[in-house]
């Protein structure tokens, strides 16, 4: 707004004009504070928006490698129970069964492993060499001896055991 236009164009005085002028001048600078406000606030928006997308970036990351590594825990839990399970029914060699177990058909559940026993019991039907029948034999089974204090069985005791 102009002074020349309210004093020319329509006839106020100078008075009038002052009074106008101010009161508009408190509504523009009233706006201008609000304005700035807004941008402010609008900019402080868009800061923690772009921190949000990259907090949602590291999330997904996240989210994919637990996802990787409880696979690779499961995978580790499958392989400890297959070998227990092949250990416990007496394989000979822990590599040549396990690798004629079908680990898609075994599944954890709350009351063991699903599974894994009947499939055991298929390959010693089908393969029983892989496994020690009970009776006395030349190979090493697989029970855990007795150990000394630092952690190694005595060339004694192996030698009693064999006998």
């Not at 402080?44 to 907090?55: F, N, P, S, Y």
């Not at 392989?79 to 680990?103: E, H, T």
């Not at 599974?115 to 298929?122: V, Y």
């Amino acid at each position: 707004m102009k002074r020349d236009f309210l004093m020319n164009e329509l006839g106020l005085s100078k008075e009038q004009t002052d009074k106008i002028m101010a009161q508009y001048g408190e509504s523009v600078n009233s706006l201008k504070d609000e304005n700035k406000r807004l941008t402010d606030e609008n900019a402080g928006l868009i800061e923690k928006a772009q921190h949000a997308d990259a907090l949602s970036g590291q999330v997904g990351e996240l989210t994919e490698r637990v996802g990787v590594l409880t696979s690779e825990l499961n995978q580790s839990k499958l392989n400890g129970a297959v070998s227990q399970a092949l250990i416990s029914a007496g394989a000979k060699n822990l590599k040549a069964a396990g690798a004629l177990i079908d680990r898609d058909k075994i599944t954890f559940e709350d009351d063991g492993v699903m599974g894994l026993s009947e499939q055991i019991e298929q390959i010693k039907k089908e393969c029983g060499y892989l496994f020690y029948d009970g009776s006395a034999s030349s190979g090493m089974r697989h029970t855990p001896q007795a150990a000394t204090t630092d952690g190694f069985v005595s060339s004694a005791r192996s030698a009693a055991k064999l006998n």
